[in-house]
């Protein structure tokens, strides 16, 4: 249970198959069935003739053209997402893709996600569950799931096309397709899609259609949008803690502070009579279970040791375990007393070479070793929890023939296999609602809130149980961003140039993405030396909008910021001259896009100053150097004499190639760069005694609208390279150091930990 | 314990615990789940509901004291998801993930109300609701917007 190095193996392997290609044979677009067999339907507002169940009059029963999508007799175009929708458009995505090559009528359109339940029986007509976890997940813009998506829409639309020219005794040449019509130009006449989707259903086409080329921009052509939008503005919107179901009961859920910790001792006569108390269930995690052959892996998830109270409704239950007397043993994670103490490990530790040597490209040490210029710096990151707004939580509904489960889960076959695994039944009875995802960031992947409820229904047979955490027990029995030390030195050449970079990293996570894949320390600095050591202690952690980057990212730009300081340079063009002979041309791009837009250099009052940053993430440790996408900001800041830092503006260019949706694309980074900024001001975790301390936002504060900057997205850094990378966690990382360079520019103090709120920034 | 509400126009009662809070009981009692569940110590603003015309976090107010007051829940904003605020937030693409945009409108709609063109500073000062998203900005567009779709509406009738 606390074998940390299994969950970062897992998560490493998971985030590198991102990448990995989702096959789909032919066959699997020509299957058409009459049955209805596909997912739940989320938060979508239907109109009553697609509510109704579904009849066998022609006149209203709608048709499946193919396992991704139903026509109805009126047009209305079901369409079947292998992406949940957390918020980053991800469903809507899916939806225009197969619509761009449908040509159907976007008003028309309805979403739901794949029922994996059906691709276990039906000989994975989805492709979903086979292969690994990842396939169906991640970024929608990967290159295979936007195939397999344009290919299904293409298909249908000839299908419908052939049926058509069938109708007319025409040849299919001489058709077209266009917003929900198939039309004759040469006689004028046109069918509707609704008109011909029971017969497109039975066309067998000799080949797959070929995909056009997509275009610029092509999605937000179709829609700007969300499909889920009209839906969450009028409360209809169905996240996971919405579910209902007849009869359900709810539970309360108490985990050992201390993680790794087991549950001691409680009392349950003292709550036995209270009103509405069904029971309590005990979760341990060391019972042994069933090990079952799933031909699926998942990211590792496991349940801490825990108490569930049970109670006709949710308040009754949170009162109930309120008034519960639980004894913990806390276990050998009680001996961290304080984040003092952590933050001592480690800064102690990076006195020591590090136990892995990540990188060591031509001297490093022998060029420090001889040079008299040395610049040298160290940097921490605290914990930090994700924090989506909805809480944690399940529905599960165990019986005798079926596990049925709701779930706000941000991978949908995680969420299956976690159902499977801890109900301990075959995939085949496994039955997964889909529901809108109230925030992720990386909380949601593991789906440890699941397996919990279904432990926890399988002792109320028969009924509904939904398990809600409090806000508190969410955020002290996190995943969390790790803590992070790190202690860069360089040597800077007589043009003040850094000649040789070392860095010795030392954390309570893995990985080093954002440090040892970025421009700077793959070929630019000729001697890289990158050392990393990892400190084992109990604390829970997992991925966090661009897990590593977001630290890396600011420890690096603010390194950069220092060494430019130092020779005596411009930031900006320290930056260029060290980015000259970058193989990738978006860096150059980016950061000239970002400071002309910004001002960059504009004459400022005292008290404020402007910072720039520039970062790539996801590019996965590729050798390309035009992959994943690179994100350059300019911080704008002032701070009065007092201290008070107010951050005034933030400027984005950014570089992931080419843009499907720009409307999308902007409010990504806006929400990305807002992530970043309320990382780095505000957010920090700490520990007393083994446990972590803050547990709502009284404590761990979140920006709000009065604190929110003026923010700029632009678009001139792009390339037009032909990738389509992940926009998300890319602003997320330079951010940070941008406003700690901000800082540094209007006050002369340099910020080297996060968060920034707690430096005294007094100047005179 | 029976007691008697007004949720969005309608009489309903409840036979709870009268210190339940008023979002559990919206929530779990009656099943209108629009109003969501973010923190349970009203510092996130996702549970805001009107009580008497006022913008209030039902997250920490026990239905006891809301009995016979006039409750509007994001489910009563508008009968036809026409309220300006509502067009505003889709025509300028204001959600992320939703969770918070149910309590971010409704005290929005309580700002208007009050202050029917607000300015950026008493926006801020009376939208405080969390959204981890980051949706500000837009949110803060939308509020204009909406602001002005009301004045346009009411010079056409006036």
């Not at chain 1, 661009?546 to 020779?567: K, L, R, T």
Request: aromatic share 6%; proline share 5%; charged share 20%.
């Amino acid at each position: 249970m606390m074998s940390t190095i299994d969950v970062s193996s897992r998560l490493t392997r998971g985030e590198r198959a991102l990448t990995a290609a989702t096959s789909l044979t032919r066959r699997d677009f020509l299957i058409s069935t009459a049955a209805i067999g596909g997912g739940m339907a989320i938060g979508i507002a239907w109109p009553s003739a697609v509510k109704a169940a579904p009849s066998n009059d022609p006149a209203v029963a709608p048709t499946e053209v193919s396992p991704w999508l139903v026509i109805h007799p009126d047009d209305t175009v079901l369409l079947r997402s292998p992406l949940p929708e957390s918020g980053n458009g991800s469903m809507t995505m899916a939806a225009l893709l197969i619509t761009k090559e449908l040509r159907s009528d976007w008003r028309k359109t309805r979403v739901e996600c794949i029922s994996l339940n059906r691709d276990v029986r039906s000989n994975h007509v989805y492709g979903a569950v086979k292969g690994d976890v990842f396939s169906f997940a991640g970024r929608s813009t990967k290159d295979t799931l936007m195939r397999l998506l344009q290919q299904v829409g293409a298909s249908a639309r000839e299908r419908l096309k052939v049926a058509a020219a069938e109708r007319w005794n025409v040849p299919v040449s001489e058709v077209e397709a266009r917003n929900g019509l198939i039309e004759h130009a040469r006689t004028g006449r046109s069918l509707r899609y609704g008109e011909l989707a029971a017969d497109a259903a039975k066309v067998k086409l000799d080949k797959e259609p070929d995909i056009e080329p997509l275009e610029d921009a092509a999605l937000g052509n179709i829609a700007r949008g969300k499909i889920v939008d009209a839906q969450i503005v009028n409360g209809n919107a169905i996240y996971g803690i919405d579910a209902q179901a007849p009869g359900m009961i709810y539970g309360a859920l108490m985990q050992s502070p201390v993680h790794g910790g087991k549950l001691k001792h409680y009392d349950f006569e003292a709550i036995r009579n209270m009103p509405g108390v069904l029971g309590i269930v005990v979760i341990d995690p060391s019972e042994p279970r069933k090990r079952l052959d799933l031909p699926l892996q998942g990211i590792e998830s496991w349940a801490q040791s825990a108490v569930v109270v049970v109670a006709e409704h949710y308040w009754q239950a949170r009162k109930a375990l309120e008034a519960l007397p639980i004894e913990w043993d806390d276990g050998p994670g009680a001996q961290w007393k304080s984040t003092a103490q952590l933050d001592q490990a480690l800064l102690e530790a990076l006195e020591h070479e590090g136990e892995k040597i990540v990188k060591d490209e031509g001297d490093a040490l022998g060029a420090l070793a001889a040079s008299e210029r040395i610049i040298e710096a160290t940097y921490r990151t605290p914990y930090a929890d994700q924090a989506p707004l909805e809480p944690l939580n399940a529905m599960a509904l165990v019986t005798d023939d079926r596990v049925e489960v709701w779930h706000s889960g941000s991978i949908s076959a995680q969420s299956f296999i976690v159902a499977a695994e801890e109900a301990e039944v075959p995939f085949e009875k496994v039955h997964l609602h889909q529901c809108l995802v109230g925030g992720n960031f990386g909380r949601r992947n593991f789906g440890d809130d699941l397996r919990i409820v279904v432990a926890v229904a399988k002792k109320f047979p028969g009924r509904p149980v939904k398990v809600i955490w409090s806000r508190e027990e969410m955020m002290r029995q996190g995943r969390y961003r790790w803590h992070t030390a790190g202690k860069l030195r360089a040597a800077l050449g007589d043009d003040g140039m850094p000649r040789a970079l070392q860095a010795r990293i030392c954390q309570t996570g893995y990985g080093v993405a954002g440090l040892d894949n970025v421009a700077y320390t793959n070929g630019l600095i000729p001697n890289v030396r990158i050392e990393t050591r990892e400190i084992p202690i109990h604390i829970l952690w997992g991925s966090y909008r661009a897990p590593g980057y977001n630290s890396y990212a600011f420890f690096v730009e603010s390194f950069i910021d220092e060494c430019a300081a130092a020779a005596n340079m411009d930031p900006l063009e320290y930056r260029l001259k060290l980015l000259e002979k970058h193989a990738d041309p978006g860096w150059i791009k980016c950061l000239r896009e970002v400071a002309a837009r910004a001002g960059w250099g504009k004459k400022l009052p005292p008290g404020q100053g402007q910072g720039i940053a520039i970062s790539n993430w996801g590019n996965w440790g590729s050798n390309d150097p035009q992959a994943g996408t690179t994100a350059a900001v300019v911080a704008h800041v002032e701070v009065s004499r007092s201290g008070e830092l107010r951050v005034l503006q933030l400027d984005i260019a950014f570089d992931c190639g080419r843009v499907l949706n720009r409307d999308a694309v902007v409010a990504q980074m806006e929400g990305g760069m807002l992530f970043g900024l309320n990382m780095s001001l505000n957010e920090e975790l700490n520990i007393a005694n083994g446990r972590i301390v803050e547990g709502n936002f009284d404590q761990y504060p979140m920006l709000r609208l009065a604190d929110t900057p003026r923010l700029n997205v632009h678009f001139g850094g792009l390339t037009g390279h032909a990738r389509y990378s992940e926009i998300g966690e890319p602003p997320v990382g330079p951010v940070g150091p941008a406003v700690a360079n901000a800082i540094f520019r209007a006050t002369g103090k340099r910020i080297r930990s996060m968060p920034f709120r707690k430096h005294d920034l007094r100047w005179t | 314990m029976k007691i008697d509400l007004r949720v969005n126009g309608k009489a309903q009662t409840v036979d709870v615990d009268p210190s339940t809070p008023l979002l559990w009981v919206l929530r779990d009692h009656l099943g209108m789940t629009g109003t969501k569940f973010g923190c349970g110590i009203a510092h996130c603003g996702a549970c805001t509901v009107h009580v008497n015309g006022s913008a209030t976090r039902s997250c920490v107010v026990p239905v006891e004291a809301v009995a016979g007051a006039d409750i509007t829940t994001i489910e009563g904003l508008s009968p036809d998801s026409q309220h300006p605020l509502q067009r505003a937030w889709l025509e300028l693409n204001v959600p992320q993930c939703g969770y918070c945009q149910a309590g971010m409108l409704m005290a929005a709609a309580a700002l208007l109300e009050r202050f029917p063109s607000p300015t950026d500073e008493q926006i801020d000062a009376h939208i405080t609701n969390i959204c981890r998203c980051g949706t500000y900005q837009r949110v803060r567009a939308a509020i204009h917007r909406a602001a002005a779709m009301k004045k346009a509406a009411a010079a056409r009738t006036a």
